[in-house]
């Protein structure tokens, strides 16, 4: 079972930056794929960016694409999100979650390990 938990969430304005981590319990393999997603209030759980085993592959969200940046250290047990260019859109708890594959996607139904989520709030 692994666990993560997030951290690096808070309270920017617009324009602002914030580097989001994910911490995992167990050791994060070139097999293990992980991904951020976020959810707003009252809104679906929506894909965020995805990173390969590796992280040889990098997808994002139409919405974060340019702005937004996944990373990981395997040596650390650690994925990051960069996010730059921090928009009011952009107020929800973010999520990370991992699944035992090589790459999986965009789809919340591929990932099997999911954090508690940290929330970000940007002011205009």
């Known amino acids: 079972q692994v666990q993560l938990v997030e951290s690096g969430g808070g309270l920017v304005q617009a324009g602002a930056s914030l580097r989001l981590s994910c911490a995992a319990s167990e050791r994060t393999s070139s097999t293990v794929a992980m991904a951020w997603f976020r959810q707003a209030l009252g809104q679906e759980r929506e894909f965020v960016a995805a990173?390969?085993?590796?992280?040889?592959?990098?997808t994002y969200a139409d919405s974060v694409k340019g702005r937004f940046t996944i990373s990981r250290d395997d040596a650390k047990n650690t994925v990051y999100l960069q996010m730059n260019s921090l928009k009011p859109e952009d107020t929800a708890v973010y999520y990370c979650?991992?699944?035992?594959?090589?790459?999986?996607?965009?789809?919340?139904?591929?990932?099997?390990?999911w954090g508690q989520g940290t929330q970000v709030t940007v002011s205009s």
């Open positions: 979650a991992a699944a035992q594959q090589m790459y999986a996607g965009p789809r919340v139904e591929a990932y099997n390990y």
């Open positions: 990173i390969s085993g590796i992280g040889s592959i990098q």
